[in-house]
């Protein structure tokens, strides 16, 4: 990237667990670009973590704050990692692709499970978690593949990922 060029935002999406918080964060560094998570932006405007949101908010005005949280972003010269759930709502599908180039992080339900089978931080899934990665998966892949590019993380390190990603932008 040369010196006062403008690229558009670099979107990540892809379920939970897919690495896109990791992945985006290295590929910051690559590109020389700030990384800024959804998720954490919604953490610190609220001064909530997500799961306590989702307790004593709800699901729906978590999604509201995906919305808006969207719009106040810059969509030049950043990578924005998302929520997994952020490709849920048409209106975020297409302000992503109008403002920048969506790539969704694939992998693999199976090696989803084996990332998420210990992990207790997020409020969409609690009991019969094999199930519940299952059903949300097959739900929301036809959103994800809505993405300008798809990159398949499975079984790939984050640096080949990363420089993955790098060729096909
Ligand atoms: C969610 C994914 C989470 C977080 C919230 C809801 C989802 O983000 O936004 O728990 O609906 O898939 P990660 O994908 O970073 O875990």
Redesign the pocket.
């Known amino acids: 990237r040369s010196e006062g060029e403008e690229v558009k935002a670099i979107y990540l999406t892809g379920?939970?667990g897919a690495g896109?918080?990791t992945i985006g964060k290295k590929l910051g560094n690559v590109l020389q670009l700030p990384v800024i998570d959804t998720?954490e932006y919604i953490e610190k405007q609220t001064g909530k973590s997500?799961a306590d949101i989702f307790a004593e908010e709800g699901e729906e005005t978590f999604r509201k704050y995906e919305r808006e949280v969207l719009k106040v972003l810059p969509t030049e010269n950043v990578i924005i990692t998302t929520?997994?759930?952020m490709v849920i709502q048409a209106e975020n599908r297409e302000w992503m692709k109008t403002n920048g180039t969506v790539v969704y992080l694939h992998c693999d339900v199976e090696e989803l499970f084996r990332r998420l089978e210990h992990d207790s931080s997020?409020?969409?899934l609690s009991e019969n978690k094999r199930m519940q990665i299952e059903r949300l998966f097959q739900e929301r892949l036809p959103f994800y593949k809505e993405a300008t590019v798809t990159i398949d993380t499975t079984g790939k390190s984050i640096d080949e990922t990363v420089a993955e990603i790098v060729t096909v932008l």
């Open positions: 379920f939970m896109k918080t998720d997500i929520g997994g759930g997020r409020p969409l």
